[in-house]
């Protein structure tokens, strides 16, 4: 078993060769190596309770000729102490090492899985845009498990069976050299079987996964969309489509296993027909005078004990293999591009007496951007767009040359079809995207001096759709603000007219929102949402489609409260329903990642546009 | 449950028989080996006898290699039997899933249906495969190894009276230890998985609020407290090892020493003393392998459950009280009395004495706020739910006195969340009438105004949509949904809100085609924008599960507060989109 990539045998482990196995393997280690004295001692327990076990077959010989048959069993009862001691010794050992590896694996796997998390808090919004979060997922599950399964396993047993192996080798040799020939040829023909089945296996077996996937994703697909099956009376069709899977991926599995499984019983029996020729020539032998009883015995137990690690090794090059692939898809996450902040300009408290500031840790209402210089300049919430250019594709361009403003305390709001670059817009003022060309300032300093922390501090955002988190419903709003106090959270929620619905769960602020928040309604996660936002009491506020899902009768009664919430901020307004924008400063109409149109509500009508179009659709209605 | 899973195996018990019967004569043949062997050492090297050792070598060999033969058939017939049973079972649960009303789909969730027809058939099948071989062999192993022990020496078998319950014990002990720890182990990698879970879906949320520092310590603690766990759980597995190892060498000390005695007193031979230790290890690792096996079926018994709760769920909606020979004459709707509720256990109704006529080929407007039961309410039309009281009339005749082939032909459904499948968009919209021809795709694409994006599509009506629909737009697939309804050609055509998505002028595009093309279907329209309802023959205001009013938009807004508030709070504000 010279060659890493000739794994293969039963298990069923998949086949999926890592594609850069040396870089992996190293990167793997410096886990692992952190904990080199305890490395140092598994391997020490290894050797002896390897040697034990070999040592202790050996002493069957001494114990039948010398003792046994001459009757000495004084000696024998010597023998058979010093027996027991290093078999426990061998059993101490084994307990120990595994134990060991027990500890090094979960520490480096908790360790390996903190570190994935970590790095994919750093890792900018485009990264979740290309990754689909299944698949992130499975990085966090099936590969840390099969990394955790070798570190565990593979290791030790692949250290352990080598040991094994070569010293059985040994004591073989050492014992009877004619014998130890017969069991070298039985040994070659163990690997040829290996070799042969074994590549069968890994065709088939791909075989199988192809035909398993099929069957599991089409399964998937139907039942998802099975109220639509029904609702359009394809069950018949939908049953013809999985049998035809269903039966390809039976004769594929049943190819795969029974090569996978023919492995052991071939192995095993081989090594039994070495037995066989063993005891036959090693009779022969002994009545030659050339070998003893004794000796024969402890042969034997060799021969038992010589295709297991064989066996051991073809399994655990599998594992191995499946497990270089996980880290490798676990390094792949660890090694991407984490979000950069080159900005230095941080958000501090202030206090401000005429026109000085002066920084503090005290809640003032006042906040001031600190220069890395030390020069404060006050918050104020002034926006700028300077001719900004932004694909999420170098190639395909969604903004084009955008400029606009938004003063202090401004409600700016943005109109316009979907795809039309409304939320791109946004995205942009908090940096969850950078831009191609162009300048974006916030109280006139570039947005990418600020530090990201700072910037997106400075910003509440309630977004089209809302997240929940498991846990209380005032553990969800109080995720604006970690230090609100209850009174807060309970203001910050009837504010958005959330107070009520609250109330009415049955453990009220305190009831517990699982699966995120699928128990509650999509106009009441908005809600939540809502006051999520009011706590955190930014100084500019950005609603994309906050209030969407709140039906018209709802949203007029949260007016008030939105109002009140917009208050001397400045807010960015995306919203489809155009009464929620019709009291704007100033309306901007987007189409095709241009702005087409800006003015207030009642400059836009009078300008008869695409604005006036939208509003006379209205109209038409009456 | 085995008694339920049982007949699944049909088509394969012959191969499931002849696959046990392999395995039982490979572990057989296995273990009369070391007997032969003793006569080898006993007799042949005793007497100096070259021609008996080479007799007994031949019979060895031959021995050997039918096992071998055995062996290798016991793992085919193993896979093909398993495997087989897999297919079998995959398949009923698969078609029994087929005959599940929503209300049944809604029970399970998604989700779960899709772990309990892929995961969960895929352990069970794996159980039966290499429970074929080895929880047949184990057992046969043990025993025939008992029995050969014990002719060699009914004396030297006592020792198995101390080592087997020694051995049962220290297993036992560590498997009831361990399987609390494992279910704990399984708790916190839940913990953990959730939070991830839960950030990579809210990464936004994390990230306008800056809440990196606290997700990852939420996360290193429930990280610490899995690991705290695994450490454990693992730590005590690692126990087995050692004590069978332990119990092993001390049998096989405790053999030769009485053992020596015996061969020394010439009641036993040296070649019966190795033999029996080869048993001694073959009966203390089968034990072993009986206690690995049994771990693993607790886990696969779990699996087999919750596919037996699929099987043996009842569809709520059948054809029992239908007349196949009836189909539905005219798009005439009526509601008697109509009350439902989803959970039958809870005391509030869903729907509460519904009442309403609708008269064939009609356009009805639904409207009202979130968690009114307009859906609800249509849903009863083509049967997806079943009316817990009162009737439900689609032309003339109660809803369950159509098979349900012939009702939903006749009353075509737009979904609210809606699926298309991956496959063309002219393979998408067949699904509404398998013969379609290209004229009838087109018309019903232009009815529904599908047509105008369809044609921009570089390969047209045969652009390859993804599975669930996600390379097209929030607008277009509502539109293709919508086309898809139309080729079916019903009588009633619902839809449920499928044009909030679509911009104001395309849905009056819509609306205007309906009223030219479908003359005669039945339209009933839910749809939160009074503009889409306004003109309809009939509006139903629904509120909280009643029917608030009924009439035609002047008349509403004469007689009817919630509708003037709706309309009012419209007024003010146009709705955009597309």
Not at chain 1, 366 to 381: F, M, N, V, Y
Not at chain 1, 484 to 502: G, H, P, R, S
Not at chain 1, 516 to 531: K, M, P, V
Request: aromatic share 8%.
């Amino acid at each position: 078993m010279s060659r890493p990539g000739g794994g293969h045998g039963p298990g069923g482990h998949g086949f999926q060769k890592p594609k850069n196995l040396g870089s992996t393997v190293k990167k793997l280690m410096a886990y692992i190596g952190r904990y080199k004295a305890a490395l140092v001692l598994v391997a020490l327990c290894l050797v002896v309770s390897s040697a034990g076990s070999i040592a202790g077959s050996y002493l069957m010989k001494p114990v039948i000729n010398d003792y046994i048959l001459p009757g000495d069993f004084k000696g024998l009862l010597r023998m058979l102490i010093l027996m027991g001691a290093i078999y426990g010794l061998s059993a101490l050992c084994s307990f120990a090492y595994a134990r060991i590896m027990v500890h090094i694996s979960q520490k480096t796997v908790a360790q390996l899985r903190q570190d994935l998390f970590d790095k994919l808090q750093s890792l900018p919004l485009k990264y979740f845009d290309t990754h689909q979060s299944g698949d992130l997922m499975s990085r966090f599950t099936n590969d840390i498990d099969t990394v955790s399964e070798m570190i565990n396993n593979s290791f030790a047993s692949l250290i352990s069976s080598s040991l094994t192996f070569i010293g059985v080798i040994a004591m073989m040799f050492y014992l009877n050299w004619i014998l130890t020939l017969i069991s070298v040829v039985f040994l070659f023909l163990m690997l040829m079987v290996v070799k042969t089945i074994g590549g069968k296996s890994r065709v088939s077996y791909k075989r199988q996964q192809g035909a398993l996937g099929a069957v599991n994703g089409y399964v998937e697909e139907m039942i998802e969309g099975q109220k639509v099956i029904k609702v359009f009376n394809h069950e018949k069709k939908a049953r013809e489509s999985f049998d035809v899977l269903n039966t390809e991926y039976r004769d594929a599995a049943t190819m795969a296993n029974t090569y996978a499984f023919s492995m052991m019983p071939a192995m095993g029996n081989l090594s039994k027909i070495d037995y066989a020729v063993t005891c036959c020539v090693g009779g022969l032998l002994a009545i030659g005078g050339m070998f003893d009883i004794g000796g024969l015995a402890a042969y034997l137990t060799y021969v038992k004990q010589f295709s297991q690690p064989i066996t051991q090794i073809s399994q655990q090059v599998n594992t191995i293999l499946a497990a270089v692939a996980g880290a490798e898809r676990i390094f792949d996450v660890m090694e991407a591009q984490p979000e950069s902040d080159e900005g230095k300009t941080v958000l501090v408290r202030v206090r401000k007496e005429g026109e000085t500031l002066t920084e503090t840790d005290v809640r003032t209402g006042h906040w001031a951007w600190k220069k890395p210089d030390g020069r404060l300049t006050e918050l104020r919430g002034d926006v700028r767009f300077d001719h900004v250019v932004f694909g999420y594709n170098e190639d395909k361009v969604v903004l084009n040359d955008i400029s606009l403003f938004a003063k202090p305390g401004q409600k700016i709001a943005f109109v316009g079809s979907t795809g039309a670059g409304k939320t791109t817009i946004t995205n942009l003022i908090n940096r969850f995207y950078d831009i191609q060309s162009g300048t974006i300032t916030y109280d006139g300093i570039n947005v990418q001096e600020i530090a990201k922390e700072s910037l997106r501090r400075s910003l509440g955002v309630v977004l089209q759709d809302t997240h929940l988190f498991t846990g209380t419903v005032a553990d969800n709003i109080r995720y604006g603000r970690l230090n609100a106090t209850d009174e807060e959270v309970e203001a910050a929620a009837k504010l958005a007219n959330a107070d009520a619905f609250i109330r009415h769960l049955p453990n009220g602020y305190q009831t517990q929102l699982k699966g995120d928040g699928g128990n509650l309604s999509q106009g009441e996660r908005q809600l939540l949402a809502i006051a999520r936002a009011a706590v955190s009491d930014p100084p500019v506020l950005i609603l994309d489609e906050a209030t969407s899902s709140i039906d018209t009768r709802t949203e007029k009664l949260i007016e008030k409260g939105m109002d009140s919430l917009m208050e001397d901020r400045t807010v960015f307004v995306i919203a489809h329903r155009l009464s929620t924008v019709r009291n704007a400063k100033a309306i901007l109409v987007l189409e095709n990642g241009s702005i087409i149109e800006r003015g207030d509500h009642l400059q836009l009508i009078e300008e008869k546009g695409r604005y006036y179009q939208l509003y006379t659709g209205q109209a038409e209605l009456n | 449950m085995l008694k339920k899973l049982a007949p699944y195996t049909k088509g394969y018990r012959k191969w499931i028989l002849l696959g046990v019967l392999c395995s039982v004569g490979e572990a057989v043949f296995e273990l009369l080996l070391p007997l032969v062997m003793a006569d080898i050492v006993d007799v042949g090297i005793a007497n100096g006898d070259r021609a008996y050792i080479l007799s007994k070598g031949a019979e060895m060999i031959a021995m050997s290699l039918v096992a071998l033969f055995m062996g290798v058939c016991a793992a085919g017939l193993a896979s093909k039997a398993g495997m087989g049973f897999g297919a079998n079972l995959r398949k009923a649960e698969y078609d029994h899933v087929q005959e599940f009303s929503f209300s049944n789909i809604e029970k399970f969730s998604t989700a779960s249906l899709i772990t309990r027809l892929t995961n969960d058939v895929n352990a069970t099948q794996m159980t039966l495969m290499m429970g074929m071989r080895i929880i047949v062999r184990a057992p046969v192993m043990m025993i025939t190894a008992l029995v050969l022990a014990i002719t060699i020496s009914l004396r030297l078998s006592r020792v198995f009276l101390v080592a087997i319950p020694l051995l049962l014990v220290a297993v036992g002990f560590v498997i009831k230890k361990v399987g609390p720890m494992f279910t704990t182990l399984q708790e916190r990698t839940d913990d953990v998985n959730l939070v991830v879970q839960e950030d990579l879906s809210a990464i936004r949320v994390v990230k306008s609020y800056v809440r990196e520092n606290r997700e990852k310590e939420k996360f290193s603690q429930r990280n610490s407290r899995l690991k705290a766990a695994s450490e454990k759980a693992f730590g005590f597995v690692v126990l087995n090892m050692p004590l069978m190892m332990l119990v092993i060498f001390g049998t096989i000390i405790a053999v030769m020493w009485i053992g020596g005695h015996q061969v020394y007193a010439g009641i036993m031979g040296s070649g019966e003393l190795i033999s029996f230790f080869t048993y001694v290890t073959e009966i203390l690792i089968s034990l072993l392998m009986v206690s690995m096996v049994m771990m693993m079926l607790t886990r696969s018994i779990a699996c087999g459950r919750r596919i037996v709760e699929v099987l043996d769920e009842k569809p709520e909606i059948t054809d029992e009280q239908a007349n196949p020979a009836l189909v539905v004459a005219d798009g005439s709707v009526t509601f008697d009395h109509v009350y439902f509720k989803y959970n039958k256990k809870t005391d509030a109704w869903n729907l509460e004495d519904i009442n309403l006529s609708i008269r064939s080929g009609m356009t009805v407007g639904v409207i009202g706020g979130t968690g009114s039961a307009k859906t609800t309410l249509v849903s009863l039309i083509p049967r997806l739910y079943e009316a817990t009281e009162g009737a439900v009339y689609v032309g003339g005749h109660n809803v369950k006195e159509y098979t349900m082939e012939h009702l939903r032909d006749a009353c075509a459904m737009v979904l609210q969340k809606n699926t298309l499948f991956s496959g063309t968009i002219r393979e998408n919209l067949r699904w509404g009438n398998e013969h379609a021809t290209d004229e009838e795709i087109a018309a019903a694409c232009r009815a529904a105004c599908a047509d105008e994006f369809i044609d921009k599509m570089p390969e047209g009506y045969d652009t390859h949509i993804e599975q669930g629909g996600t390379n097209v737009s929030g607008g277009q697939k509502p539109r293709l949904c919508i086309a898809r309804a139309i080729l079916r050609n019903p009588k009633v055509l619902i839809l449920d809100d499928s044009t909030s998505a679509v911009d104001t002028a395309t849905d009056a595009r819509i609306r205007r085609a309906f009223a030219e093309d479908l003359k005669d279907t039945t339209k009933i329209i839910i749809a939160q924008r009074i503009a889409s309802v306004c003109e309809a023959d009939l509006i139903v205001v629904m509120d909280d599960g009643r029917i608030a009013g009924a009439g035609t938009h002047e008349e509403l807004m004469k007689t009817n507060e919630i509708y003037r508030d709706v309309y009012q709070s419209q007024l003010e504000g146009v709705s955009i989109d597309g």
